[in-house]
């Protein structure tokens, strides 16, 4: 019973250099999301995708790229990494917007020196 | 007004004690809630929902005020394990900053 499942698990980078993190789930979700989680500030949305082949910009998405192209798999990339993209990241998904909740990835530590 | 406010707390409460915390929310056409727990360094899990006035789990209470736009979580007779910080979401996605709490023996 897997879940949502977040690869890598931790993340050394250097500024300017790209990377991409991905996002699985088992569940059959619609819904998938992209959060950033900084000491004091809660969960920020980045992208979202409310479905195969559609993505939306979320609270904080500059910066950032994503991709759907399977229902199962939402991919977040950095094209050039900055040090204020260091964060703990998040994705989540969920069958519905509005009135299920969200399933949680176990989150990807990521550094940017 | 941000759109989901916490008490910032932190909460620092003995064993067996009952605390509670306040959520505020500005998008009056919400209809459902949820609570999370965070426990240091992991990710988010839900800990209740709340579809109407409100929901009980246990030693868990969630209640809705749709007039004043807030909800609550009632924990009584606290316990260590209870230990973490609770997120309130508002749907679609809207995160609190969350509520830290300490039970301490």
């Known amino acids: 019973n897997a879940g949502v499942t977040q690869t890598p698990k931790f993340r050394v980078l250097k500024t300017g250099q790209s990377m991409t993190l991905l996002c699985a789930q088992d569940?059959?979700?619609?819904?998938m999301y992209w959060y950033r989680q900084d000491p004091g500030m809660g969960l920020r949305l980045i992208h979202y995708?409310?479905?195969?082949?559609?993505?939306a910009k979320g609270e904080v998405p500059d910066g950032y790229n994503v991709s759907r192209l399977k229902k199962q798999n939402f991919l977040l990339g950095l094209e050039s990494a900055a040090p204020s993209q260091t964060s703990v990241y998040f994705c989540a998904s969920s069958r519905t917007a509005t009135n299920q909740p969200q399933h949680f990835g176990d989150g990807t530590r990521l550094s940017i020196l | 007004r941000k759109e989901v406010e916490q008490d910032p707390g932190p909460f620092n409460v003995p064993e067996g004690a009952t605390v509670a915390f306040n959520c505020t929310y500005s998008?009056?056409?919400?209809?459902?809630f949820f609570w999370y727990r965070q426990d240091c360094r992991k990710e988010p899990k839900l800990l209740m929902s709340v579809y109407s006035s409100g929901n009980e789990d246990g030693r868990f209470t969630a209640q809705l005020n749709r007039a004043s736009q807030y909800i609550s979580l009632l924990i009584r007779d606290s316990k260590l394990s209870d230990s973490a910080t609770y997120l309130c979401?508002?749907?679609?996605?809207?995160f609190g900053a969350g509520t830290r709490l300490t039970v301490k023996p």
């Open positions: 998008n009056s056409a919400s209809q459902s």
């Open positions: 979401v508002v749907p679609p996605m809207r």
């Open positions: 995708s409310v479905g195969e082949g559609t993505t």
């Open positions: 569940m059959n979700h619609e819904y």
